[in-house]
């Protein structure tokens, strides 16, 4: 039997982000030559990306459009995004698709283990879209992931980034108690912008959480990251740094905000470099172990190095 398949008449397919479809069109700001980057596709690339199609996994890298994707492929670091490509929550900066997603993969796990043996990662990095959806936000397949990653590469280092699981009670504690080397929570932006940018999340609720896992294992890490050029301010950025800080956050991570369509959030400012130097040096003041601020700086970037630097920095205060 032959199938046809009716390209004419088929339905079109669906936008990325149909919430977002009747907004008007934002305006771009033209990028400085501090924030363009060069995507080249190099052999590392080409089996990164290999290995991630192979195992049918997906990765923040690639849903988000991080700008960094070719520098850190080319050395097999992936971030991976896990129960699903699809998000419940809709948030104005993101680029990952929203929608109701499918139900979780119990195999997924064992193939984000065998993923991150063959591209020999040393450190795993795992996120995941927000599961509001699920009763526990889909908190036991993160332990799960964390769990099979153990089994499989013991000597590796496990980074989670979690959503915030609001509502979902006793879901930090069931991802805390898988014993992740560093449990990251983005807060994204200021409170005073959550409204428009973060409309699901509350900005308390997710200080707390990162309170709540320092509460439950006083040795696990904890990070935390901002994106500026949102349109938040100086006095903002540092209330968030005290507010993190309260939070007894080991490592702050400060990024441009990059608008991924006309249809997100604008860009109202693209932050010089030497402004990201100087949050960094004021949040070092302030107590934190580790800072990465730059225009280029992503949750995930060079992890496995910093992770490394985050432990001796720990050390040397001890
Ligand atoms: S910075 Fe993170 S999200 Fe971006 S390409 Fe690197 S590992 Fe992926």
Request: overall charge neutral.
């Amino acid at each position: 039997m032959v199938v046809v398949l009716d390209t004419v008449n088929a339905p079109p397919a669906r936008p990325r982000h149909p919430e977002k479809a009747r907004r008007p069109d934002a305006p771009l700001l033209p990028k400085p030559a501090w924030i363009r980057v060069k995507t080249s596709v190099s052999k590392g690339f080409g089996e990164t990306h290999g290995v991630v199609r192979e195992h049918g996994l997906h990765t923040v890298c690639e849903e988000a459009g991080c700008p960094n994707i070719g520098e850190c492929w080319a050395k097999k670091h992936a971030t991976f995004m896990i129960m699903g490509d699809v998000c419940t929550r809709a948030c104005a900066f993101c680029n990952v698709k929203t929608g109701l997603p499918s139900p979780l993969d119990p195999a997924e796990p064992a193939r984000v283990a065998e993923a991150s043996f063959r591209l020999g990662l040393a450190h795993i990095v795992v996120t995941s879209v927000d599961r509001d959806d699920l009763a526990d936000g889909g908190a036991a397949h993160f332990a799960a992931v964390i769990a099979a990653i153990r089994a499989g590469l013991p000597e590796s280092t496990i980074e989670v980034l979690t959503p915030d699981f609001l509502r979902k009670p006793g879901a930090v504690a069931t991802v805390a108690a898988a014993r992740p080397d560093v449990f990251n929570h983005n807060l994204e932006t200021v409170p005073s912008l959550y409204l428009t940018v973060r409309p699901g999340a509350r900005y308390f609720h997710s200080l707390r959480l990162l309170q709540q896992v320092k509460d439950i294992d006083p040795s696990m890490f904890t990070k935390s990251g901002i994106m500026l050029g949102l349109g938040e301010t100086r006095n903002e950025v540092l209330q968030v740094m005290d507010d993190l800080r309260s939070a007894e956050v080991d490592f702050l991570t400060i990024g441009q905000y990059l608008q991924p369509t006309r249809k997100h959030h604008p860009v109202a400012r693209y932050v010089p470099p030497e402004e990201f130097a100087s949050y960094e040096s004021i949040a070092y003041a302030k107590g934190f172990l580790m800072v990465s601020s730059s225009p280029l700086t992503r949750s995930s970037h060079h992890a496995g190095e910093d992770f490394q630097r985050l432990k001796a920095a720990r050390d040397g205060r001890r």
